[in-house]
């Protein structure tokens, strides 16, 4: 049932895709819904559909609940994104960004964007799902 | 870390398995739940175990010494604060999938430069003389030639023909090479304890 609705959603997202002309990933499952902000009062600005996805933790297959056997060193100590990610990043431009100039940042360079992201951000929140120029990326710390 | 969402299998959408695998953190993919580590990029526990993603140039820096890099960068709409982290205590990890070197950044800074060879491929590691806090692996492979990098009154140049480089950019600046570029290769900040736990028997550069 859940690969049918998702099979669905597929087609609807290519068909999106085709009309807007936008990114062809062959993206198995992103979610097309527009830019949207981590929270701000800047304009914000994206290179690419962002990845934002509402996919229950539970509801996909999980490794260790279904008895796989675990390496040696592998400690479950949290459940599935109780640390949240970022899935849907919002940007904006160096102007607009309040941000010491002591802070450390992780920096990325795509073919004509670049992009940084605030290590004490990244620290709390420990991953970030994005593009660069079309690219899927994602970024930790 | 930067890696690329995309494999042979399409794009994936990544989040938190709330697990450690060897003292790392883990992601799950939405698409069939596979566990992955991040040091290694790779899935280590269901059907998709064994795939890697492909680890992505990127670099750790002062807000301040990036932006003069790149006016015209793009911030993440979030709060940036004093992380309590210092580049002083890290190290620049070159990681080329079949091995992976350690730079301690104390001593990159001291020495400027370090020419080095990693899984068979000539890197150079730099600290941009101009901003001790600006970093950058770089690929010592140009079309025919093989540089070999110092830093002088001039900046990064090739000791054989004295071409020069921007040393965080890498453009070809004067000189026989000057048309060429120096690329970017994979590369990240670890703390020397964390590298030597996620990268068991590995190399540790520290002069």
């Known amino acids: 049932m859940f690969a049918l609705i998702a099979g669905g959603f597929l087609v609807l997202f290519g068909a999106l895709v085709l009309m807007s002309g936008g990114e062809a990933d062959t993206t198995l499952h992103d979610d097309p819904r527009a830019n949207s902000t981590v929270g701000t009062n800047v304009p914000v600005i994206t290179d690419a559909p962002v990845a934002s996805d509402p996919v229950d933790p539970g509801s996909v297959y999980d490794p260790v609940r279904a008895g796989e056997e675990t390496p040696k060193t592998y400690r479950q100590l949290l459940g599935r994104d109780q640390i949240a990610p970022v899935y849907d990043p919002g940007f904006t431009t160096a102007d607009d960004i309040e941000w010491d100039s002591e802070i450390l940042v992780v920096g990325v360079e795509g073919a004509s964007t670049s992009k940084a992201y605030p290590v004490s951000y990244l620290n709390r929140r420990e991953m970030v799902i994005d593009h660069i120029d079309g690219d899927p990326i994602l970024v930790t710390w | ?207």
């Open chain 2, 1 to 207: 870390m930067v890696h690329r969402r995309s494999t042979e299998s399409g794009v994936s959408i990544f989040g938190n398995q709330g697990a450690l695998f060897g003292n790392a953190m883990t992601w799950w993919d939405h698409d069939t739940g596979s566990v992955w580590s991040q040091p290694i990029g790779e899935a280590i526990l269901g059907p998709r175990k064994g795939e890697k993603l492909e680890l992505l140039p990127s670099t750790l820096t002062t807000w301040e010494a990036w932006t003069k890099a790149h006016p015209d960068t793009l911030a993440l709409d979030a709060p940036g604060r004093r992380s309590g982290f210092d580049l002083a205590r890290m190290a620049v990890v070159v990681d080329l999938g079949t091995e992976a070197v350690a730079y301690s950044i104390p001593r990159l800074r001291e020495v400027g430069v370090v020419n080095d060879v990693v899984a068979g491929h000539e890197v150079a590691v730099v600290i941009d003389p101009e901003d001790p806090n600006r970093w950058v692996a770089f690929s010592r492979r140009l079309d025919n030639e093989v540089v070999v990098l110092e830093i002088g009154p001039d900046g990064l140049f090739d000791v054989t023909t004295g071409t020069t480089f921007d040393p965080f950019l890498g453009l070809g600046l004067l000189g026989p090479l000057s048309d060429q570029n120096l690329g970017r290769l994979p590369a990240f900040t670890s703390f020397p304890d964390d590298y030597v736990t996620f990268f068991p028997g590995q190399r540790l550069w520290d002069g």
